[in-house]
């Protein structure tokens, strides 16, 4: 799964130093050999499988919290709270 996601933000970071050189007017010199080694050095040390971790560990978190605030749970908790305040009466209400 993880390498489904590094062509994406390679191409992105790629575009990104492509971009910062032909703003400086730059090309084939020290300064474009430097940063495609620096880039290439944060792309093999970056933690890939720890950012998809949180990600999507937010993601459930929002989900989980819109569940309970407007959807469903939110219902099923108003409904136990009341039938904890207004229980059933037995026999009918006699």
Same mark, same amino acid.
């Given at each position: 799964?993880? %390498? !489904?996601?590094v062509?994406?933000i390679?191409? /992105?970071? !790629? ?5 910062v050189?032909k @703003?400086?007017g730059?090309?084939g %010199? #020290? $300064?474009e ?7 290439d /050095? @944060?792309?093999? =040390?970056?933690? *890939? %499988? +720890?950012?998809?971790k949180?990600v999507?560990t937010?993601?459930?978190?929002k989900? $989980?919290e819109? *569940?309970f #605030?407007?959807g469903e +749970?939110s219902?099923a908790i108003? @409904? @136990?709270?009341? #039938? $904890?305040?207004?229980?059933? =009466?037995l026999g009918?209400g006699?």
């Open positions: 799964m993880m %390498s !489904e996601f062509p994406i390679r191409l /992105e970071v !790629e575009h990104l130093k492509d971009c050189i @703003a400086m730059i090309h %010199s #020290e $300064l050999k430097i940063i495609s080694e620096r880039v /050095e @944060a792309l093999k =040390t970056l933690d *890939y %499988s +720890g950012m998809i949180e999507v937010q993601q459930i978190r989900e $989980l819109n *569940y #605030e407007w +749970g219902k108003q @409904a @136990a709270i009341k #039938e $904890l305040f207004n229980p059933p =009466t009918g006699k």
